[in-house]
């Protein structure tokens, strides 16, 4: 079945820091990923819809400029949370589909918990 | 009202009961539906999706009700490891984007 994987699994940095995290298909292609943050007893909420050579797609709320997008390949979405703050402390997962408009499931990687000490 | 509902539980049923959950969505337009389960602090896995005619897998069985607009999913002879948090994901054009929107989960305790 499709594999995603994520690194790194586990963060742990001082305020203002900047922490990249990496998403990777890793037996597919995928033009399309999702990036989510899920804090504690709540539901996944999606960040932005990341496409491969082009824009990221934000969802309203979300800080372009301080969540970093790039999809430079078809295997590989980065997410860069930009000085981070303690309240940028959350559980943050990414997601591939093998297709969209086909009703392709997705596929989540292992999940980034990310504290901003 | 929310783009997908669920009750949120929890559920606590004895090893071997049978438990239904619902689901519901508001965008009659979708085109996808799934079941995932998530383990506390890990990451969403593929249940499994559903289809309009209905489709079991082992213990499970997902129903899809177009007209009502909800979802399903049927626990049979519930074990100890069936324990976790149950999401209801609807994918959806919106706003020119496919989209899947989660559910906030219904949580299942099974209890020996």
């Known amino acids: 079945g499709a594999v995603v994987s994520q690194h790194p699994s586990w963060v742990i940095c001082k305020s203002g820091t900047s922490v990249k995290i990496e998403c990777r298909s890793l037996?597919?292609?995928?033009?399309?990923m999702f990036w989510y943050r899920q804090f504690p007893k709540q539901s996944l909420m999606l960040m932005a819809t990341?496409?491969?050579?082009?824009?990221?797609?934000?969802e309203q709320g979300v800080e372009k400029d301080k969540f970093l997008i790039n999809h430079a390949s078809l295997t590989l979405s980065t997410l860069t949370v930009t000085s981070a703050h303690p309240e940028d402390s959350s559980f943050y997962i990414c997601?591939?589909?093998?297709?969209?408009?086909?009703?392709?499931?997705?596929?989540f990687g292992d999940g980034t918990r990310l504290s901003i000490l | 009202r929310k783009e997908v509902e669920q009750d949120p539980g929890p559920f606590n049923v004895p090893e071997g009961a049978t438990v239904a959950f619902n689901c519901t969505y508001s965008?009659?337009?979708?085109?996808?539906f799934f079941w995932y389960r998530q383990d506390c602090r890990k990451e969403p896995k593929l249940l499994m999706s559903?289809?309009?005619s209905g489709n079991e897998d082992g213990r499970f069985t997902a129903q899809l009700n177009r007209a009502s607009q909800y979802i399903s999913l049927l626990i049979r002879d519930s074990k100890l490891s069936d324990s976790a948090t149950y999401l209801c994901?609807?994918?959806?054009?919106?706003?020119?984007?496919?989209?899947?929107?989660f559910g906030t989960g219904t949580r299942l305790k099974v209890l020996a």
């Open positions: 990341s496409n491969e050579g082009s824009k990221a797609t934000y």
């Open positions: 997601s591939a589909s093998l297709g969209l408009y086909s009703n392709q499931p997705q596929h």
């Open positions: 037996d597919f292609q995928a033009t399309t």
């Open positions: 559903v289809y309009s």
């Open positions: 965008n009659s337009a979708s085109q996808s």
């Open positions: 994901v609807v994918g959806a054009l919106s706003s020119g984007t496919y989209k899947y929107i």
